[in-house]
């Protein structure tokens, strides 16, 4: 990373810092939900896990990941609206340094977050059976889809014309997680829905974390995963730098 991408990740850090109302929301949020499907819903879902908390984590955390990359967009967003933009283009930093700068803040962000998730987890009763070679590979699938949603927030920012609009990309990530295996097995939906949750890229990285995780066979998931994220990623990355280029010129 360069001396500009980080100097602008620390800008985004100490910005989010500030931020505190928005900081605690987007970590609250996934541990309430958290303690919202395993003491309200646990009981009455039938799962192939010995305990609901067991099966749900994967899913919580990829809402977890949802709820920090969407500041992304609302902090893009402000920049342009702000004019600091143009200032750092005066000081010969490109729009790579400035979005690398709010993608890694964003990572740092969800790390905390996870953290607290698993935290939780591990003290309501959650009981991972994973090798160290397998919560490795977890990890990095986790990364690799935190780091895709990072970038796809920052082009949802790009293209956003208030925050309050970039806000609104909240509401679809952590929607997406519903229709798929995060909180019911998709063998439980109607038939018409069952092949879109199958095959969405949210179930490929939860049925990869959670076959990970409690040492279950997870055969090529992991690798559909990755390429969802690898796509979603270069899509993000590729738009990202025409966006700033319209929105900059």
Not at 115 to 143: E, K
Not at 158 to 182: D, I, Q, R
Not at 207 to 215: I, K, V, W
Request: hydrophobic share 55%; aromatic share 10%; proline share 5%.
């Amino acid at each position: 990373m360069s001396e500009a991408a980080l100097i602008m990740t620390g800008r985004a850090i100490r910005i989010s810092r500030r931020n505190v109302d928005a900081l605690i929301t987007s970590m609250a949020l996934p541990v309430m939900l958290l303690l919202i499907f395993v003491y309200f819903f646990g009981g009455a879902i039938k799962t192939d896990t010995q305990s609901y908390v067991t099966y749900v984590v994967p899913g919580v955390l990829l809402l977890c990941a949802g709820f920090g990359s969407s500041n992304t967009a609302i902090a893009v967003t402000e920049d342009l609206k702000g004019g600091i933009i143009d200032r750092f283009r005066s000081l010969d930093i490109g729009g790579a340094q400035i979005l690398t700068g709010h993608v890694f803040a964003s990572v740092a962000r969800n790390l905390i977050a996870t953290t607290l998730v698993l935290a939780l987890a591990f003290a309501i009763g959650f009981r991972p059976t994973a090798t160290p070679a397998a919560w490795l590979a977890a990890t990095a699938i986790l990364l690799a889809f935190i780091l895709a949603l990072s970038w796809l927030s920052a082009a949802v920012g790009l293209l956003a014309k208030s925050p309050e609009a970039a806000g609104g990309f909240t509401f679809f990530v952590s929607f997406l997680p519903y229709p798929s295996s995060a909180f019911v097995p998709t063998s439980t939906m109607p038939g018409w829905l069952r092949p879109f949750a199958d095959h969405q890229p949210v179930t490929h990285v939860i049925e990869s974390l959670r076959g990970l995780l409690l040492n279950q066979p997870v055969g090529s998931t992991p690798w559909a995963a990755l390429a969802w994220c690898a796509g979603i990623l270069a899509a993000s990355v590729g738009a990202s730098g025409l966006l700033f280029r319209r929105r900059t010129t």
